[in-house]
């Protein structure tokens, strides 16, 4: 009579990278005329494993330069494993003339 068995087991990784995720959104998503002002907003959630936390010790947009100061985005920030930090600022968009 053949005979199988199976089983679980559970492996800790250690020493694996921190991880983050970062999204940006904007609203309104849509400027009707020079002047109309945007509030973009920033939610930085550390993914790394439950021991890793993660210092924020700068926060670049592509676009509007270094964000530390700008709004309510202050630096540095700790973020612990499955936590968000977030933050936004405001943008007045001037005539593309």
Known sequence: MPVSAADDA??????????ITVVKTASPTTVGEPGDTVTFSI??????????????????DSVHGDLAGQGDCALPQ????????????????????
């Open 43 to 60: 939610s930085i959630t550390n993914d790394s494993v439950s021991t890793d936390p993660v210092t924020l010790d700068t926060l670049v």
């Open 10 to 19: 559970t492996v800790d990784v250690t020493g694996a990278n921190p991880a």
């Open 78 to 97: 700790t973020v612990q494993p499955g936590d968000t930090y977030g933050c936004s600022f405001q943008v007045t968009f001037a005539d593309k003339n």
